[in-house]
RNA sequence: GGGCGCGUAGCUCAAUGGUAGAGCAUCGGCCUUUUAAGCCGUUGGUUCGGGGUUCGAGCCCCCGCGCGCUCACCA
């Protein structure tokens, strides 16, 4: 049971004041005709249209919002109130009103009740364009007042204080009362409904089917990942959330649908970091008799169109740099940039042993794990000392075989698989390859993946035989593509942590 | 999971080991063009929880909880 706070109680005591005099706290019905927007767009267009001042047509509405700030001044009240479309200003006088009803709304209403109000338009002597009302109606009152101050030190030692929640946890944990806050929290989300939006108009422009696999698997697959674990009561069977859609989307392949595309949700049981939640939103795309050069023209293409979408160019503000999505984005080749970065070139160390000797006589104090394999071992190089360096929107490509297994080797270099990732702002967007279609190939890969990872139970990817059995049934050549949609929402955002993109991120339960 | 930091009124924050405070919000009063209005007055605390040291703990110590940063993990 709620334990309520003094405020909370003396709002509760209004409600039932409210209540006794027969007004309804919680009617059930409301009779906007404008959004403030509207009402004021109305306004101004009748301002322009009449002659002089005195003969502005009168225009009525009634809106209805959230009250965000109230100004009792004895005769008069000034409040304003904050509906989707933004805020506005409401007058009332105990002219129009009368004292009763005027002290009814002054004493009885607080920050953060919705009302409905009915009037006319007008503006006041310091120039914002009011609504003068002439009725008002409550329709939901607050029980609770919302956390809204912010103070800022100003350069002259004064305090200001800003309608604004700041503390994170706060914000993350009750995401209403921010939403209900801070405008450009509904605005970020508002644009990561857009960036979604587009990236479907995109794929579905290209004939790319968009399909529904399933989230709820009796085995998990295609990447590298801890799964959450559930059972299934009349199966009698754990059952697995997914770690990734690759598996099933490309059954699809073998079934002739030739481009899907899938935009969902991914659950991965591992560690929570500014660009990690355990779940996330990924797409993922295949495209029959396409190889990854062609998903590499295509990813510059679509991400440059959604930040067209989002943001309105394809060059966003992201921190203190200027990111350009406009393609083409610089391509580096796997090897060259390792070498750059790091001054080891992994074509001249073929085995893990010599890959490691060259990282600790170069890096002595920056050294991989010496038990991985050589392509972790590669992997630890881009990590640590390319990523960091791929600021504007960069292809890594041609990736090792044995952190690949379900990439298609290039001809004649056994060690390199056709793969590719997408980095931009020091952080890994995307991950595509021209798939591995060849039955026999992808069975000896996941053999030679449970071997190498023996005692590392937590990386060893289930064997899915049913899997295999579709691509005996032959699957086309194709490139497949996933990206974390949250990691693109941050770069077309400016925001710096997947949680101010994530409505509810995950948080620890309270107490 | 490791390291570092934080947790005090509804909110934002103070308080050498010595009576827990301020601003705003609340509540009461004045105020007919305000805009985080203003002025006067008022109320409000399990100092995250539990234990310990001490004559005395918000402060020191231990355990726990939550959050932040960071490292590890994440083909």
């Given at each position: 049971?709620?334990?309520?706070?003094?405020?909370?109680?003396?709002?509760?005591?209004?409600?039932?004041?409210?209540?006794?005099?027969?007004?309804?706290?919680?009617?059930?019905?409301?009779?906007?005709?404008?959004?403030?927007?509207?009402?004021?767009?109305?306004?101004?267009?009748?301002?322009?249209?009449?002659?002089?001042?005195?003969?502005?047509?009168?225009?009525?509405?009634?809106?209805?919002?959230?009250?965000?700030?109230?100004?009792?001044?004895?005769?008069?009240?000034?409040?304003?109130?904050?509906?989707?479309?933004?805020?506005?200003?409401?007058?009332?006088?105990?002219?129009?009103?009368?004292?009763?009803?005027?002290?009814?709304?002054?004493?009885?209403?607080?920050?953060?009740?919705?009302?409905?109000?009915?009037?006319?338009?007008?503006?006041?002597?310091?120039?914002?364009?009011?609504?003068?009302?002439?009725?008002?109606?409550?329709?939901?009152?607050?029980?609770?007042?919302?956390?809204?101050?912010?103070?800022?030190?100003?350069?002259?030692?004064?305090?200001?204080?800003?309608?604004?929640?700041?503390?994170?946890?706060?914000?993350?944990?009750?995401?209403?009362?921010?939403?209900?806050?801070?405008?450009?929290?509904?605005?970020?989300?508002?644009?990561?409904?857009?960036?979604?939006?587009?990236?479907?108009?995109?794929?579905?422009?290209?004939?790319?089917?968009?399909?529904?696999?399933?989230?709820?698997?009796?085995?998990?697959?295609?990447?590298?990942?801890?799964?959450?674990?559930?059972?299934?009561?009349?199966?009698?069977?754990?059952?697995?959330?997914?770690?990734?859609?690759?598996?099933?989307?490309?059954?699809?392949?073998?079934?002739?649908?030739?481009?899907?595309?899938?935009?969902?949700?991914?659950?991965?049981?591992?560690?929570?970091?500014?660009?990690?939640?355990?779940?996330?939103?990924?797409?993922?795309?295949?495209?029959?008799?396409?190889?990854?050069?062609?998903?590499?023209?295509?990813?510059?293409?679509?991400?440059?169109y959604a930040a067209e979408k989002v943001a309105g160019s394809t060059t966003v503000k992201f921190g203190e740099h200027e990111l350009d999505f406009k393609?083409?984005?610089?391509?580096?080749?796997?090897?060259?940039?390792?070498?750059?970065?790091?001054?080891?070139?992994?074509?001249?160390?073929?085995?893990?042993?010599?890959?490691?000797?060259?990282?600790?006589?170069?890096?002595?104090?920056?050294?991989?794990?010496?038990?991985?394999?050589?392509?972790?071992?590669?992997?630890?190089?881009?990590?640590?000392?390319?990523?960091?360096?791929?600021?504007?929107?960069?292809?890594?490509?041609?990736?090792?075989?044995?952190?690949?297994?379900?990439?298609?080797?290039?001809?004649?270099?056994?060690?390199?698989?056709?793969?590719?990732?997408?980095?931009?702002?020091?952080?890994?967007?995307?991950?595509?390859?021209?798939?591995?279609?060849?039955?026999?190939?992808?069975?000896?890969?996941?053999?030679?993946?449970?071997?190498?990872?023996?005692?590392?139970?937590?990386?060893?990817?289930?064997?899915?035989?049913?899997?295999?059995?579709?691509?005996?049934?032959?699957?086309?050549?194709?490139?497949?593509?996933?990206?974390?949609?949250?990691?693109?929402?941050?770069?077309?955002?400016?925001?710096?942590?997947?949680?101010?993109?994530?409505?509810?991120?995950?948080?620890?339960?309270?107490?």
């Amino acid at each position: 049971m709620a334990e309520y706070t003094s405020l909370e109680k003396v709002r509760l005591q209004k409600i039932e004041d409210l209540r006794a005099e027969g007004i309804e706290t919680y009617p059930t019905r409301a009779e906007r005709t404008h959004t403030s927007a509207q009402a004021a767009a109305e306004f101004e267009a009748a301002e322009k249209s009449a002659a002089d001042p005195t003969s502005i047509p009168e225009v009525k509405a009634t809106l209805a919002g959230r009250i965000r700030a109230m100004r009792a001044m004895g005769k008069l009240t000034f409040a304003h109130i904050e509906d989707g479309a933004g805020k506005i200003q409401l007058f009332l006088r105990v002219n129009e009103i009368g004292k009763e009803r005027l002290a009814l709304f002054d004493k009885m209403f607080d920050i953060g009740d919705f009302v409905q109000a009915t009037g006319k338009m007008m503006r006041t002597k310091a120039g914002e364009v009011t609504l003068h009302v002439l009725d008002f109606k409550l329709l939901a009152k607050a029980v609770t007042p919302l956390p809204a101050d912010k103070d800022v030190a100003q350069e002259d030692g004064s305090v200001v204080r800003y309608a604004a929640i700041e503390s994170p946890e706060l914000r993350a944990r009750q995401r209403y009362a921010d939403l209900a806050v801070n405008p450009d929290v509904r605005e970020t989300f508002r644009k990561r409904a857009t960036l979604i939006k587009s990236l479907r108009a995109f794929l579905d422009d290209h004939d790319f089917l968009e399909v529904e696999t399933p989230i709820l698997q009796p085995l998990y697959g295609g990447a590298a990942a801890r799964p959450f674990v559930t059972h299934h009561n009349e199966l009698e069977q754990d059952m697995y959330l997914r770690i990734s859609f690759e598996l099933y989307l490309k059954r699809l392949l073998v079934g002739n649908m030739e481009r899907v595309y899938e935009i969902g949700r991914d659950f991965r049981n591992e560690g929570v970091s500014f660009k990690h939640n355990p779940e996330f939103t990924q797409l993922e795309f295949y495209w029959a008799y396409a190889d990854y050069l062609q998903v590499m023209e295509l990813t510059e293409q679509m991400v440059a169109y959604a930040a067209e979408k989002v943001a309105g160019s394809t060059t966003v503000k992201f921190g203190e740099h200027e990111l350009d999505f406009k393609p083409p984005w610089k391509r580096v080749e796997m090897r060259v940039g390792i070498l750059e970065a790091s001054g080891i070139d992994i074509a001249e160390h073929k085995t893990a042993e010599d890959l490691f000797k060259a990282i600790a006589a170069k890096h002595p104090k920056k050294t991989p794990d010496p038990k991985v394999t050589r392509g972790k071992m590669i992997d630890f190089l881009l990590g640590e000392f390319l990523e960091p360096t791929l600021i504007q929107p960069t292809f890594l490509y041609n990736y090792p075989r044995d952190i690949s297994p379900l990439a298609k080797s290039i001809p004649g270099d056994p060690l390199t698989v056709e793969r590719f990732e997408g980095y931009a702002a020091g952080f890994e967007i995307c991950n595509a390859f021209t798939e591995l279609n060849d039955p026999l190939d992808q069975e000896q890969r996941f053999i030679d993946m449970q071997s190498d990872y023996t005692d590392d139970e937590e990386e060893k990817n289930p064997l899915d035989e049913d899997y295999l059995r579709a691509m005996r049934y032959g699957m086309p050549p194709n490139g497949g593509f996933g990206m974390g949609v949250d990691r693109l929402a941050m770069l077309l955002t400016n925001k710096h942590s997947i949680r101010e993109v994530l409505l509810f991120p995950a948080l620890r339960k309270e107490e």
